[in-house]
């Protein structure tokens, strides 16, 4: 399609779609790749430094943390924990936030702008505040760290697609298909969604970013995994003890995340710029 | 001859709240009255803001007359029957950029028009869009095109293939020909009378440009502040304007053409 | 000397993977006190050649020029500063579009005020020169015909009718007291009264003032009310060029008289509902440029030779491009009697 061919052009848009792709692999096949369980104990090799250090060793390619258990399986399930649940709470996110937001531009009233306005101005406060609200609420857990960024992520897309639902409501093909016949069920699947796939792309992409950071850090408070379930935040704070004598315990979960991050964002940017582009080439 | 159109007393009234604090502001359209026949087109011209778009809206049920008849063929148009009123009269507006949707194909357009208003079946439905396309001088492979692949003028055929697909009785056009250029609306001019010639159509469309409403319409009519000023067969209009507007708008149309043959 | 003199100005744009020559070997001239059309459609450049003389075209857009002077003096070699200095004080563009040029914050007393350049006011103290700036704001509200100037100083753009925005415009545009006014179809979507107003205006700036105007539009109507020359523009290529009177008696392009052929008031015995005369196909976008004359693969005349881009010849000035012109220029006497 044309919007491939115009993301290809992009050399930085492909290398972050690579290591993207790279994630969700690892997000799957994480159980199969990973060399060790990561909770196994080994009390014969604690600390141990990755493998290119001077007395590591190749068995523990990444090293072993303070409990000896191996950091490249634990960095395999913590990416799994924090990018897989990521993408899934930023799919049901978008789903209930454009639900929400159809129905709000498609319906005018009272009820539906008085909704409107407080939703938006719980987007005034930051996603990670609204969910440590949630946590405390709930409970920790991974479980509950992902329905409490469900929730904060939800304003976003609503927001936006309720003014882009709005705007198309008002124009003058929408007119056309009314007089057609066509009921609004139905102009919302064939004329409406299709133009919101790029507002929907990149408003998925920024909720990814914010996802992950929010996820690892609730992980790091302590607020969202627990054990035995391994995640990055989690297993950064974990880490932080130690961080003199074993820095690469520190280094490498975080070093993840911020690849993440990364290529989520220069994906992002790519796909906006091949949306853009598209229209001219 | 049975008239395939007649309004009789439309009134409509337009209400817009500017502020909490200023009055409701109230602009009357009609009443209206005029009949057309099959094949007949009528021109509807006036200044800005003199209701001509409402009026084009109301004959074609996208907004609702406080008073009056619409009657189609004999029939009243209720707004209610929405199917047979959609199947008989369609409109066209002025730009066709913003009539088509960018983020859908030709294909998918003109198909949900049939689909929501035919029993076709999907094989009946590509050759009667295959035959409409080529009808307005587009060719078959348009099916697949996006809006931002196609000109203006291109724009505008599709926007009249949609109206013409399900073969109605009259079509409305606000403004048609006013964002094209000229040899683009010269080549849709000879279309639409074309077209007219081949269905019998009555065509009802609003127009400032005089030269080109005194060359295709056999009525019209002209419009201001809501009310109709003055109305009858186009030639007679345009040789003995009988309204204070209506000379003053048929003058400064003339007075341009005369200084072009000034200089014969 | 003429005002404005623009000769074999070619503008390559940038389409990402090559450049295209959106205007080939344009040329136009405009005298002291005189009243020239550029006449053209979508894609014919005409926006572009108007951006040009302005220079409001991006630096990475190739200009090249046999000439583009005004006055005497080079636009492409001179500095921003002295371009600046020009286009403040000597020409005057008014666009297309009345609302959308003026700032929909600020009254239009506010507007006209401030754009009266410092070199007209004479009065010493600060409050004297404020009464001088809303004195010589009242005298051009007037000279555009707005009568009512109290009423209209005191609204906001959006609350004016669209004629008087556009008589706005042109006082706008006749502060600095410039040479020559250039008017990018101003007359669009205005019905006719408005439009004969407009017309009307400028034809009488043009005659008390010597205004020179360069009238940017596709109207032919609005020009043969007011142009004394025209120049015709097809898909950035000049076709025609020359006084109204001969172009609309005698054109010698296909092109010109197809776009005569489009207004059917200029037919005399035109059968009312028939045909119009009009070119087959459609203008060719900046991606599928035809080569030679571009209007080649539409013209009912086009033979072999016209994928040769065809010279301009010039016969009494009365300048074309064609190959194959529709009447062949032979009379001197006939020309020469205008």
């Not at chain 3, 555009?144 to 753009?157: D, L």
Request: hydrophobic share 45%; charged share 20%.
């Amino acid at each position: 399609m044309h919007i491939w061919l115009e993301f290809k052009r992009s050399h930085f848009a492909l290398i972050g779609f690579a290591i993207l792709l790279l994630f969700c692999a690892i997000a799957i096949l994480a159980p199969l790749l990973s060399p060790y369980d990561p909770n196994v104990q080994n009390t014969n090799a604690i600390l141990l430094p990755p493998a290119w250090e001077g007395n590591g060793s190749i068995s523990h390619i990444f090293g072993t943390d303070s409990l000896g258990r191996d950091v490249f399986s634990r960095t395999l399930y913590g990416s799994r924990a924090t990018f897989g649940s990521s993408v899934f709470l930023v799919i049901i996110a978008l789903t209930i936030g454009v639900a929400l937001g159809t129905l709000a531009g498609m319906n005018k009233g009272i009820k539906s702008s008085v909704l409107n306005h407080l939703l938006d101005s719980l987007m005034a406060v930051p996603t990670l505040l609204i969910a440590i609200i949630i946590v405390a609420i709930l409970g920790t857990g991974l479980w509950n760290s992902m329905w409490a960024i469900v929730l904060a992520l939800i304003p976003q897309f609503v927001h936006q697609t309720r003014t882009f639902v709005r705007e198309e409501m008002k124009k003058d093909y929408i007119l056309l298909d009314k007089l057609d016949g066509a009921s609004s069920p139905r102009i919302f699947w064939a004329s409406i969604l299709p133009g919101m796939f790029e507002l929907l792309a990149v408003q998925s992409t920024l909720a990814l970013s914010v996802a992950i950071i929010d996820i690892s850090a609730l992980g790091f408070l302590n607020l969202g995994a627990q054990s035995p379930v391994v995640e990055l935040g989690a297993s950064l704070s974990l880490s932080l003890e130690v961080a003199y004598s074993a820095p690469w315990l520190v280094a490498l979960p975080g070093f993840c995340i911020f690849l993440m991050v990364l290529s989520i964002n220069v994906v992002g940017e790519g796909l906006r710029t091949a949306l853009r582009n598209r229209l001219i080439h | 001859m049975n008239p395939v159109l007649e309004v009789k007393d439309l009134v409509y009234t337009h209400r817009v709240k500017r502020s909490i604090f200023k009055p409701i502001d109230e602009f009357i359209l009609g009443p209206i009255d005029f009949v057309l026949n099959a094949g007949e087109t009528l021109a509807i011209t006036g200044h800005n803001g003199s209701g001509k778009t409402l009026l084009a809206k109301s004959l074609v049920g996208a907004i609702t007359p406080q008073q009056g008849n619409i009657l189609l063929e004999g029939k009243e148009a209720e707004q209610s029957d929405k199917k047979t009123r959609n199947h008989d009269i369609r409109l066209i507006l002025q730009h066709s950029k913003y009539s088509l949707n960018p983020a859908v194909t030709v294909g998918a357009i003109l198909n949900q028009t049939l689909l929501l208003n035919t029993e076709l079946n999907e094989q009946d439905r590509r050759t009667k869009i295959a035959q409409t396309l080529v009808k307005v001088g587009l060719l078959r492979e348009h099916y697949y095109f996006y809006r931002h692949m196609l000109s203006d003028g291109q724009q505008q055929r599709v926007s009249l293939a949609r109206a013409m697909i399900l073969d109605p009785k009259v079509i409305v056009a606000d403004e048609p020909f006013a964002a094209l250029d000229p040899s683009v609306r010269s080549q849709t001019v000879n279309l639409i009378l074309d077209i007219q010639q081949e269905l019998g159509m009555a065509f009802v469309f609003i127009s400032q440009n005089l030269g080109i409403v005194r060359h295709i319409s056999d009525k019209v009519m002209i419009m201001d502040k809501g009310k109709v000023i003055e109305a009858g067969a186009t030639q007679d209009v345009f040789k003995e304007p009988q309204h204070e507007l209506t000379k003053k708008l048929i003058d400064s149309h003339f007075s341009l053409v005369d200084k072009h043959f000034e200089q014969f | 000397m003429p005002l404005l003199e623009v000769r074999n100005l070619t503008v390559e744009i940038d389409m990402g993977s090559e450049f295209v020559k959106a205007l080939d070997k344009v040329s136009l001239t405009v005298e002291t006190g005189e009243i020239r059309a550029l006449v053209g459609e979508s894609g014919s450049g005409k926006s572009l050649i108007v951006r040009a003389i302005i220079g409001a075209v991006p630096d990475h857009w190739i200009i090249t020029a046999d000439r583009l002077t005004w006055k005497g003096q080079n636009l492409l070699t001179m500095t921003n500063e002295q371009r600046r200095v020009i286009m403040r004080r000597e020409i005057a563009v008014v666009f297309q579009d009345p609302t959308s040029s003026l700032d929909p914050s600020a009254t239009l007393r506010a507007q006209l005020e401030e754009s009266i350049p410092e070199e007209f006011l004479d009065k010493g103290m600060f409050w004297q020169r404020n009464q001088q700036r809303r004195e010589i704001a009242i005298g051009l509200m007037h000279k555009v015909g707005i009568k009512n100037h109290e009423a209209c100083m005191q609204r906001y753009p959006h609350e004016i009718a669209a004629d008087i925005a556009q008589k706005f415009m042109i006082a706008m545009a006749l502060v600095s007291e410039p040479e020559l006014l250039i008017a990018d179809d101003p007359t669009r979507s205005m019905e006719s009264t408005t439009k004969n107003q407009i017309l009307r205006l400028l034809t009488g700036l043009n005659e008390t003032k010597k205004l020179a105007i360069l009238f940017v539009s596709h109207d032919l109507l609005a020009i043969s009310g007011m142009a004394h020359s025209m120049t015709v523009l097809y898909c950035g290529q000049t076709v025609e060029s020359g006084k109204v009177k001969h172009l609309h008696r005698r054109p010698l392009h296909p092109y010109t008289k197809a776009l005569l052929d489009s207004a059917p008031s200029f037919q005399i015995n035109l059968p009312p509902k028939s045909h119009l005369v009009a070119l087959e196909g459609t203008i060719p976008t900046l991606k599928h440029l035809p080569i030679g004359c571009r209007l080649g693969p539409r013209c009912p005349n086009a033979r072999r030779e016209c994928v040769k881009v065809p010279e301009q010849r010039v016969v009494h000035n009365h300048s074309y491009s064609c190959h194959f012109p529709l009447h062949l220029p032979i009379d001197d006497q006939a020309e020469n009697n205008e």
